[in-house]
């Protein structure tokens, strides 16, 4: 029974840290391009996400490192990449590369260290969007900007904010606002913390 619980709490870990990478990403670039609707929704947001699960579901089937949305697309929004079209290049010249893969080893990882900046850059111009005025809303949105770079995790940084949020609301008597699925997916999280430091 004890094995089952871990596979099902594994399974379900996997699942909201992917999910929450991809809808991480997803919503700093999709703001960043502007396909937000007037009330502030993704557009196709749900094909996204559709396409993502799929495509980590076959790359795992193939045994290749994981196939997932990644920030680095704020760098191509930046240059005018607007469509898949942006993504179809990036891909040809990724397996263009693999020719110049022993120059490029060669290359020190602190060279390509402004380019991942400028693109924390691009993400973070999203913080403007934050009511900071409200210390509810404040602190979650506080914690989950500084645990992602600290934590190296897009998904420990939304996890940790949705926790956070949750307690907010909770201590200052506004529970009512805080939806079911916030209280579970939060309390998954707290669960697989809790695991995680046990094991």
């Known amino acids: ?26 919503m700093g670039a999709a703001r960043q391009s502007g396909m937000i609707d007037e009330n502030g929704e993704i557009i196709h947001m749900k094909e996204a996400l559709m396409s993502d699960a799929i495509s980590t579901a076959a790359g795992a089937m193939v045994g290749t490192s994981t ?9 191509g929004i930046a240059a005018g990449g607007r469509t898949g079209m942006t993504s179809l290049v990036t ?26 900046i400028f693109v924390g850059i691009l993400m973070l111009s999203n913080i403007k969007e934050v009511d900071f005025s409200e210390m509810s809303n404040a602190l979650p949105a506080f914690c989950t ?55």
């Open 67 to 75: 196939v997932t949305t990644v920030v680095e697309s704020s760098a």
């Open 91 to 116: 891909a040809v010249m990724f397996l263009a590369s693999i020719i110049f893969a022993p120059i490029v080893s060669i290359v020190p990882g602190q060279a390509t260290a402004p380019a991942l």
């Open 145 to 199: 900007v500084v645990f992602m770079p600290f934590t190296y995790s897009i998904a420990n940084g939304v996890a940790v904010g949705l926790i956070t949020y949750c307690f907010m609301k909770l201590f200052t008597g506004k529970a009512r606002e805080i939806k079911a699925l916030t209280w579970i997916i939060s309390i998954i999280f707290i669960l697989r913390y809790a695991f995680m430091t046990l094991g």
């Open 1 to 26: 029974m004890s094995t089952i619980f871990t596979v099902v709490m594994l399974v379900l870990s996997f699942s909201l840290v992917n999910m929450f990478d991809s809808i991480g990403t997803l």
